[in-house]
């Protein structure tokens, strides 16, 4: 297995595909091979040895191409470190946050064989 890194992501307005750009920068800088990509050009996971993976949340339901890609890719995805992040307080508010981290955990756990 190689030792390259897909950060892969799903936006709808640019803030999610902003943030992923940072990860991949990040990861670069710290000289690890990276390939950025949206998800819905992902078809395969087999070049990759772990997964960033980032959508949005908007009304509390996570953006449809994830969803697609954690059913798509399951087997691949159970084999490697997979990292994930969504996007949706709109304001720097704790309860905000709280209340996107909760969608996000309702929408992870239609996924149980991530954890």
Do not use: C, N
């Not at 998800?39 to 509390?60: D, H, I, K, T």
């Amino acid at each position: 297995m190689s030792t390259l890194i897909l950060v892969a992501y799903a936006t709808r307005y640019g803030s999610t595909q902003e943030v992923a750009e940072t990860i991949a920068t990040t990861l670069r800088e710290h000289e690890l091979q990276v390939e950025f990509r949206p998800l819905r050009a992902v078809q395969s996971l087999s070049e990759y040895s772990a997964v960033v993976m980032g959508a949005p949340l908007y009304m509390f339901h996570w953006h449809k191409d994830a969803l697609h890609f954690l059913t798509q890719h399951r087997d691949a995805l159970v084999k490697m470190p997979v990292a994930i992040f969504a996007l949706g307080p709109w304001h720097e508010d704790e309860k905000e946050f709280q209340t996107v981290r909760a969608q996000l955990d309702k929408e992870l756990a239609k996924f149980s064989w991530l954890t």
